[in-house]
């Protein structure tokens, strides 16, 4: 009977966790920020040759435009707000780039959009 109880408990204890941990994981995915089509489409046009999948290592390493989902939301944060100074002053994309160049419009969408992201620590 003691034997019984202790399953019992047991079972119990163990189902009313596991809603607990899917809600916790769901909720700090939640927290994670996509980037808006219209920003997305510049960062491809703009940036993906070297900071996407098949680009520099280097560039690669300091930003992942296919590793976004996988940040941190203070590491996005971090980022966008990274990518908004850097097309604000124009270091990226450099010079050299042969790619398409953010339009003054763009760069005010980037911009926009990290602003709304930011987190206060």
């Known amino acids: 009977m003691f034997a019984a109880a202790i399953l019992i408990v047991s079972v119990l ?48 390493g300091i930003w992942n435009l296919n590793q976004w989902d996988t940040y941190t939301p203070a590491k996005q944060a971090k980022k966008a707000n990274a990518i908004c100074k850097s097309v604000t002053n124009g270091t990226m994309p450099p010079k050299s780039f042969a790619g398409a160049k953010p339009t003054a419009t763009q760069v005010t969408e980037i911009c926009t959009w990290a602003s709304s992201i930011q987190i206060n620590n």
């Not at 219209?38 to 491809?44: C, E, G, M, P, Q």
């Open 13 to 60: 204890a163990t189902i009313s966790f596991y809603p607990s941990v899917a809600h916790s994981q769901k909720t700090a995915k939640s927290l994670t920020t996509s980037i808006p089509e219209n920003v997305k489409t510049v960062l491809k046009n703009s940036c993906a040759a070297c900071h996407g999948d098949n680009g520099s290592g280097m560039a690669m």
